[in-house]
T-cell receptor, first 111, second 113 residues
Framework: EAQVTQNPRYLITVTGKKLTVTCSQNMNHEYMSWYRQDPGLGLRQIYYSMNVEVTDKGDVPEGYKVSRKEKRNFPLILESPSPNQTSLYFC??????????FGPGTRLTVT | GENVEQHPSTLSVQEGDSAVIKCTYSDSASNYFPWYKQELGKGPQLIIDIRSNVGEKKDQRIAVTLNKTAKHFSLHITETQPEDSAVYFCAPYTVYNFNKFYFGSGTKLNVKP
């Protein structure tokens, strides 16, 4: 089944404790993105990648890192999480760069 | 970046009625206009899209119309059903933005049985 998977789905952590949210797609898509979703703000793009080893900042990249060492994986790294990064996170992939397929989401709480 | 506005933010209709959600954007170079549906607890799902050289596109009960001059496009849902209840997002895209996306703030549609 063609899909985008994210792990973990739920995470509660404390300020400053490094964490990684994994994202994997099995559709051989070149394009991948990370978004955060906050009430009333829609989805805001954090980082995107157009291919292996090619990444760039989206609208809200501060406090996040990404890497794209393999085509199928695009992990999101929070080196020192803060409470304002409490949010719902979505990974997405695309074959052509604009028709996006989203994962199920990761709900992160930073206390 | 692109300034995207969606209206209304919430919409409540009776089952069987029609629903219309409007999305306005600022970048006149935008050339791809999708609508996503997000059901509770799930990720957004692309339901319909239109390219800039087309004025309207229909897929069964849903349609999207585009007015490039006025810089807005709309989602139309006819004969609404309870399973249409969800949050809908627009995300106009400009090809030269190289994979940068800007989403509207969403419209919560409630279809009452």
């Amino acid at each position: 089944e063609a899909q985008v998977t994210q792990n973990p789905r739920y995470l509660i952590t404390v300020t400053g404790k490094k964490l990684t949210v994994t994202c994997s797609q099995n559709m051989n898509h070149e394009y991948m993105s990370w978004y955060r979703q906050d009430p009333g703000l829609g989805l805001r793009q954090i980082y995107y990648s157009m291919n292996v080893e090619v990444t760039d900042k989206g609208d809200v990249p501060e406090g996040y890192k990404v890497s794209r060492k393999e085509k199928r994986n695009f992990p999101l790294i929070l080196e020192s999480p803060s409470p304002n990064q409490t949010s719902l996170y979505f990974c997405a992939s695309s074959l052509n760069g604009y028709e996006q397929y989203f994962g199920p989401g990761t709900r992160l709480t930073v206390t | 970046g692109e300034n995207v506005e969606q209206h209304p933010s919430t919409l409540s209709v009776q089952e069987g009625d029609s629903a219309v959600i409007k999305c306005t954007y600022s970048d006149s170079a935008s050339n791809y206009f999708p609508w996503y549906k997000q059901e509770l607890g799930k990720g957004p799902q692309l339901i319909i899209d239109i390219r800039s050289n087309v004025g309207e596109k229909k897929d069964q009960r849903i349609a999207v119309t585009l007015n490039k001059t006025a810089k807005h496009f709309s989602l139309h849902i006819t004969e609404t059903q309870p399973e249409d209840s969800a949050v809908y997002f627009c995300a106009p895209y400009t090809v030269y933005n190289f994979n940068k996306f800007y989403f509207g703030s969403g419209t919560k549609l409630n279809v009452k049985p």
